[in-house]
């Protein structure tokens, strides 16, 4: 199959390819939003390779339809009424492009379906739009993360994804998008989510991964007596705060109390009272004091280039920064740990991302499930947006080729069942209208434009949002 290949590419340039693709919406935020709920234990994580990021295993090559139903969705592919299907995008930063390829691969396998892209920034722009959206009408697909299905699923405006589509994903990949026994959404690919490290500075100063916050400590005071920066951020980003804010939360705070965001609601626990959450707050403190004074003026393509030429030693950020690293230095040795905690128990996380969604109410139901078909049996297209967004596999016997340092850390953290799903804390406390808000208020707060106790009772003020329902 011939297939436009994008690679090579540096943000900027993607960003471009996006706009024009999409008619003009901008993308900037990546993976904005933390956790999920339930965790992907050493077998998910393994099994097969499939939710590895870098192995190189078989399976790229492999376009034919594998079941009965995708033999029932081949039919009449070209002789079949034109249907044009909208489509919602919301985009993280490793995402804008891959509209592209999989309208090349549709007009080869059901070129009677064209699909009108509307392309935004998930983090910024994708919630207002569903609002929107659910006033006049949703378009017949939309693309968003697992995190979405909780909030729009118990509205009846999702269809039921079939399971002839389902059963060619992991297992794994359902659990965050199902209610009630019925699945909304299909996971299409992950994110892993830590602190990526320098490994051939860590190996030159003789560091340890720490597993404890003195282990850490010990290394950021190296690193200031030899004049290295420990980390690397973009607060200007305040997407970038409110998802590490959710790490977090996640590891010092769900992992301890998977009820947490429900108790909140009950007015069993706040953050102004607690010391968990405040905690997971501070920790935004110590990355502040302990990176370049410029972080509030650095764009995210800026920030990873510092980390690859040497300039930090490490960055709590996710899967969305392996592009730049590897588009300024493809040879970039990298390694991810979890972001350690109090306790010393700390998990890497896990965050299903790219998820379709389609309309109850569309009005081409059978267009809309020979996209499905083509997105989940068209092997050689899974590999081409995998390898491109740099993420791992949510769909059965497909394994991303692009070469990851990281991936022997993911691997045996995975081995180790030290591996959470970040979807139970994006359920029970959302992005939209709270953690993106309370990002704001951490933001004012470094600044000195705010106290750390104004910080803690804005989030505990707006407890009506942090639910989707």
């Not at 993280?92 to 390829?101: F, H, L, P, R």
């Not at 909030?151 to 999702?158: E, K, N, S, V």
């Not at 794994?172 to 994110?191: F, H, Q």
């Not at 769909?395 to 022997?408: G, H």
Request: hydrophobic share 35%; glycine share 8%; proline share 3%.
């Amino acid at each position: 199959m011939k297939r436009k290949k994008v690679i090579g590419l540096m943000m900027a340039a993607v960003m471009a390819v996006s706009l024009a693709a999409c008619g003009g919406a901008g993308n900037s935020s990546n993976n904005a939003g933390g956790a999920s709920s339930n965790t992907a234990d050493g077998e998910d994580a393994n099994d097969s390779g499939d939710v590895d990021e870098g192995d190189t295993g078989a399976g790229s090559g492999d376009t034919a339809a594998s079941d009965a139903g995708s033999e029932a969705a081949d039919a009449g592919n070209s002789e079949g009424e034109e249907v044009t299907l909208t489509v919602l995008a919301g985009q993280s930063t490793t995402d804008a492009g891959i509209e592209d390829m999989i309208d090349e691969a549709l007009a080869e396998k059901y070129p009677e379906i064209t699909l009108e892209w509307e392309c935004v920034d998930w983090g910024n722009d994708f919630q207002p739009k569903m609002q929107q959206y659910m006033q006049s009408g949703l378009p017949d697909i939309m693309i968003g993360k697992a995190q979405d299905v909780a909030t729009y699923a118990p509205q009846g405006i999702l269809g039921e994804i079939d399971t002839q589509y389902l059963d060619k994903g992991l297992d794994a990949a359902r659990e965050n998008v199902t209610i009630d026994g019925k699945t909304y959404g299909l996971v299409y690919n992950a994110l892993y989510q830590g602190v990526y490290y320098n490994k051939a500075m860590f190996a030159e100063n003789n560091w340890e991964v720490p597993k404890t916050q003195d282990d850490l400590n010990k290394i950021i005071e190296d690193c200031k007596a030899k004049g290295i920066t420990p980390f690397a951020s973009h607060m200007v980003d305040t997407w970038s705060i409110g998802n590490v804010t959710m790490q977090f939360m996640m590891n010092d705070v769900f992992n301890k109390d998977a009820a947490w965001g429900d108790k909140f609601r009950a007015g069993e626990v706040s953050f102004s009272e607690d010391k968990d959450a405040q905690t997971a707050y501070e920790y935004n403190k110590l990355i502040f004091d302990n990176t370049y004074p410029e972080t509030f003026s650095t764009e995210q393509t800026d920030c990873d280039a510092k980390m690859v030429q040497g300039e930090a030693a490490m960055k709590v950020s996710g899967s969305w920064s392996i592009q730049n690293f590897l588009d300024i230095d493809e040879g970039f040795e990298f390694g991810i740990f979890p972001f350690p905690n109090q306790a010393g128990d700390s998990k890497l996380i896990f965050e299903p991302n790219i998820t379709i969604m389609t309309s109850a109410a569309s009005e081409h139901p059978d267009a809309v499930n020979k996209v499905l078909d083509l997105l989940t049996s068209d092997k050689e297209l899974a590999v081409e947006i995998l390898d491109y967004t740099k993420t791992a596999s949510m769909l059965k016997d497909v394994t991303p080729t692009f070469p990851n340092p990281s991936q022997e850390d993911i691997d045996r953290y995975a081995a180790e069942d030290m591996i959470v799903d970040v979807t139970l804390g994006n359920n029970q406390l959302v992005w939209g209208g709270f953690q993106e808000e309370n990002a704001k208020d951490i933001a004012a707060w470094l600044q000195g434009d705010a106290s750390f106790e104004d910080c803690l009772k804005a989030s505990d003020d707006r407890v009506d949002s942090s639910s989707a329902n």
